[in-house]
Nanobody
Framework: QVHLVESGGGSVQAGGSLRLSCAAY????????MGWFRQAPGNEREGVAA?????????ADSVKGRFTISQDNAKSTLTVYLEMNNLNTEDTGMYYC???????????????????????WGQGTRVTVSA
């Protein structure tokens, strides 16, 4: 049973930085997509960044150049990071990591942009950016 645990959220001023972590326990598969999503009050959950088991990454236009997704899959526990720089108030929200197990990493690059594509979710970590 896969279990995801996020950490690293907090409150920062605009222009500041945070680093989120997502540890995947019970992970025993080779090919996967791992995504970071966020949800602001009253808004739908939106994809922020994603990485696949081959290391390919993609980002939402709103975070390109400011956020970096990376992973450490050399150990028995998969950990995915989201480095967030130059934060602004529109980055405020709950951030969730999500995992999809796929037959091969190329499936991630062909899709897996929607929250409904993922079936394992963490509990979320809150990010608050003040002006």
């Amino acid at each position: 049973q896969v279990h995801l645990v996020e950490s690293g959220g907090g409150s920062v001023q605009a222009g500041g930085s945070l680093r989120l972590s997502c540890a995947a326990y019970g992970y025993a598969y080779i090919s996967y997509c791992m995504g970071w999503f966020r949800q602001a009050p009253g808004n739908e959950r939106e994809g922020v960044a994603a990485i696949d088991s081959d290391g390919s990454t993609r980002y939402a236009d709103s975070v390109k150049g400011r956020f970096t997704i990376s992973q450490d899959n050399a150990k028995s526990t998969l950990t995915v990071y989201l480095e967030m720089n130059n934060l602004n108030t529109e980055d405020t929200g709950m951030y969730y990591c999500a995992l999809a197990l796929v037959p091969a990493a190329r499936y991630c690059r062909a899709g897996y942009e929607r929250s409904t594509d993922y079936n394992h979710w963490g509990q979320g970590t809150r990010v608050t950016v003040s002006a």
